[in-house]
Antibody, heavy 115, light 107 residues
Framework: EVHLVESGGGLVQPGRSLRLSCAAS????????MHWFRQAPGKGLVWVSS????????IYTDSVKGRFTMSRDNAKNTLYLEMNSLRAEDTAIYYC????????WGQGTLVTVSS | DIQMTQSPSSLSASVGDRVTITCQAS??????LNWYQQRPGKAPKVLIYDSSNLQTGVPSRFSGSGSGTDFTFTISSLQPEDIATYYC?????????FGPGTKVDIK
């Protein structure tokens, strides 16, 4: 069974950093593109970033370019999102998702950026 | 960026009713479209992928159709557990984009 478990969220001050993780199981992690999405409180879903199977290509939404870095460790079946220079508008639940079609999602981890 | 529109933004229907939601893309996305269900306080769940394929384990009362720019999502017989917000999403091109959602309630 496919499982994706996000962790690393929490309360952080503006300008600080946070690293999210997504532990994958139940499938061959290295065979899939992976994505991060987010959802601000009471708002809709937004794509954040994607990474290809061997981590040779990463793509970001404009609002996080230069601040967020997505990576993966295929030996550990884990996806990461390093978030720097955090802003209040980055406050959201962050979800990881599997495959080009984003067919399975984790339960999410809440990031709150506030002083 | 590809813009996704959805209608209606909300609807209220009775148990057993047929419910239809439409989604339109601002350009041709072939059939690269997901439909998601998000129950209150829960993570989104893919119900339909590639516009019309039912995700494993999803009840057959859910269906999708369409290609190009116009897509339809249908619940053939609304059930109480279907109370949720439904989103369409294109994965033809980056940035992946979502419709604004349709909130479905029971009348």
């Amino acid at each position: 069974e496919v499982h994706l478990v996000e962790s690393g969220g929490g309360l952080v001050q503006p300008g600080r950093s946070l690293r999210l993780s997504c532990a994958a199981s139940g499938f061959t992690f290295s065979s899939y593109w992976m994505h991060w999405f987010r959802q601000a409180p009471g708002k809709g879903l937004v794509w954040v970033s994607s990474i290809n199977r061997d981590a040779s290509r990463t793509i970001y939404t404009d609002s996080v370019k230069g601040r967020f870095t997505m990576s993966r460790d295929n030996a550990k079946n884990t996806l990461y999102l390093e978030m720097n220079s955090l802003r209040a508008e980055d406050t959201a639940i962050y979800y990881c998702a599997r495959g080009w079609q984003a067919d399975y999602w984790g339960q999410g981890t809440l990031v709150t950026v506030s002083s | 960026d590809i813009q996704m529109t959805q209608s209606p933004s909300s609807l209220s229907a009775s148990v057993g009713d047929r419910v239809t939601i439409t989604c339109q893309a601002s350009q041709d996305i072939t059939n690269y479209l997901n439909w998601y269900q998000q129950r209150p306080g829960k993570a989104p769940k893919v119900l339909i992928y590639d516009s019309s394929n039912l995700q494993t384990g999803v009840p057959s009362r859910f269906s999708g159709s369409g290609s190009g720019t116009d897509f339809t999502f249908t619940i053939s017989s609304l059930q109480p557990e279907d109370i949720a917000t439904y989103y369409c999403q294109q994965y033809d091109n980056f940035p992946f984009t979502f419709g604004p959602g349709t909130k479905v309630d029971i009348k």
